[in-house]
């Protein structure tokens, strides 16, 4: 199994762009899904982004056309490519790692967009 660890997340204007990655150790990394979670405060955590081992995106309404997810597993590492940020991108972003119906979670790192 790999554990995702997450980082890039700060304080960006509305508009403006942030990059996320997901570090994630182990040997398996490439036969792990990986996706991209968010939780507002006083809300339940929501997909943002999914990629599959193959390469297979998915997005979350509110986000597609604004974000991409991505990942090089010669680095170990996915990414989350956010731009025209708004105010409500506000969250804290988690990775996962999943794999053979388990899913491996990160400590999370927060967003902040101001208007």
């Known amino acids: 199994q790999v554990q995702p660890v997450e980082s890039g997340g700060g304080l960006v204007q509305a508009g403006g762009s942030l990059r996320l990655s997901c570090a994630a150790s182990g040997s398996s990394f490439s036969r792990n899904a990986f996706g991209w979670y968010r939780q507002a405060p006083g809300k339940e955590r929501e997909l943002v982004a999914r990629?599959?081992?193959?390469?297979?995106?998915n997005y979350a309404d509110s986000v597609k056309g604004r974000f991409t997810i991505s990942r090089v597993n010669a680095k170990n590492t996915v990414y989350l490519q956010m731009n025209s940020l708004k105010p409500e991108d506000t969250a804290v972003y988690y990775c996962?790692?999943?794999?053979?119906?388990?899913?491996?979670w990160g400590q999370g790192t927060q967003v902040t967009v101001s208007s």
């Open positions: 996962s790692a999943e794999r053979l119906g388990y899913t491996n």
């Open positions: 990629i599959t081992s193959g390469g297979t995106t």
